[in-house]
């Protein structure tokens, strides 16, 4: 995790136009923000947990900038897909995804055994 942080802050954000004034911290909210995903941790307790005793806290309309915003999701939508396929792959098992014909209801990621058994969803 820590190289795919570190490609997003050195590659993929300049690529897109951004410009990173203090990459440490941004990879330490990356971090944490990976680490709270999936969980009811508020805003303030990720920032806690990025910037530990450090006064110099970025600002919320900072961050949703240097993200960008809109990138956030999908950039850790795909770390977890790559991850799931890494694992899935060493189990000889097929992922794939489902999505109703008028796109109500997603799943993203399905988990299917050799055997045809489903492993996850």
């Known amino acids: 995790m820590d190289a795919y942080l570190q490609r997003i802050i050195d590659r993929d954000l300049p690529d897109h136009g951004v410009s990173v004034r203090r990459p440490e911290t941004l990879r330490r909210w990356l971090a944490?923000?990976?680490?709270?995903?999936?969980?009811s941790a508020s805003y303030s307790r990720i920032?806690?947990?990025?910037?530990a005793g450090d006064s110099s806290q970025p600002a919320k309309t900072t961050l949703a900038t240097a993200t960008g915003a809109a990138m956030a999701g999908p950039l850790f939508e795909s770390l977890v897909t790559?991850?799931?396929?890494?694992?899935a792959q060493a189990a000889e098992a097929k992922v794939g995804h489902l999505r109703t014909r008028n796109s109500d209801h997603e799943i993203d990621l399905i988990v299917e055994g050799p055997d045809g058994q489903v492993l996850g969803a």
Do not use: C, M
């Open 82 to 87: 790559l991850t799931v396929r890494a694992a």
């Open 32 to 39: 944490a923000y990976a680490g709270a995903s999936s969980t």
């Open 47 to 51: 920032l806690d947990a990025t910037t």
